[in-house]
């Protein structure tokens, strides 16, 4: 589906479809922000599109600073999936992330930067704490980082972030398009103070993102592997 005929949509559910109550801009902006809603309440496995990868970023004294590198506003989750050293002339070795919460698990001498677990490939810890990336050892100089970018915005007049024409398909799978309009049809009717029919849109939205979500787990269930 595209932006504008999600707009469509989004304006008939509104019942605003002459652009009197709502502005193009106001209506896209709320698709917008329902694309990002939708993106984070749903199993990976639809994300595919909105995966990233930035190659070989400089790790000063033991830490990467994500604003600085230009992804930190532009991550889905706010969260790193997978770094791998760049700068390791061996085979692929991995940092393996931890919650802050976890980083007294570094003060273990199991740990420690001369005895990570080379049977695993990992040769190092990281974690993130304000907008900093923290990696151990601070031998590393280079990382490959992996992560999920915000869905692309819908043009408007005025944005600060990278935009596609309203012409342009969604990125998100086709199975996500309604729940879009649903849940921006939500934050229409919140705005407007109609809570019915604002939890009624929302409601509509998870209902489709639990079956969705389910059905990826029935996959990985009936299947040979087990969810990582």
Request: hydrophobic share 40%; aromatic share 8%.
């Amino acid at each position: 589906m595209t932006g504008n005929q999600m707009l469509t949509l989004l304006s008939q559910k509104v019942e605003d479809e002459g652009n009197t109550l709502l502005t193009t801009d106001e209506k896209t902006l709320a698709i917008n922000h329902a694309q990002v809603k939708v993106a984070s309440l749903v199993d990976k496995s639809y994300l595919h599109p909105l995966e990233m990868l930035m190659s070989s970023v400089a790790v000063s004294s033991g830490s990467v600073n994500l604003n600085t590198v230009g992804i930190l506003d532009n991550m889905l989750h706010r969260k790193i999936e997978l770094i791998k050293i760049s700068n390791t002339a061996s085979e692929d070795a991995y940092i393996h992330m931890i919650d802050f919460e976890e980083i007294h698990k570094l003060q273990n001498k199991y740990y420690e930067d001369t005895n990570m677990d080379s049977t695993y490939n990992y040769a190092g810890h990281g974690y993130i704490w304000g907008n900093v990336l923290y990696i151990k050892p601070s031998s590393v100089s280079s990382v490959d980082i992996y992560y999920y970018k915000k869905p692309t915005d819908f043009e408007i007049t005025v944005s600060s972030r990278a935009t596609i024409s309203l012409a342009s398909e969604c990125e998100l799978d086709a199975i996500l398009h309604e729940p879009i309009i649903d849940m921006a049809a939500s934050e229409i009717f919140f705005r407007d103070n109609k809570d019915s029919r604002a939890r009624a849109s929302f409601e509509n939205a998870i209902a489709i993102i639990n079956v969705a979500n389910q059905r990826e787990l029935d996959v990985i269930e009936k299947g040979t592997g087990l969810k990582a």
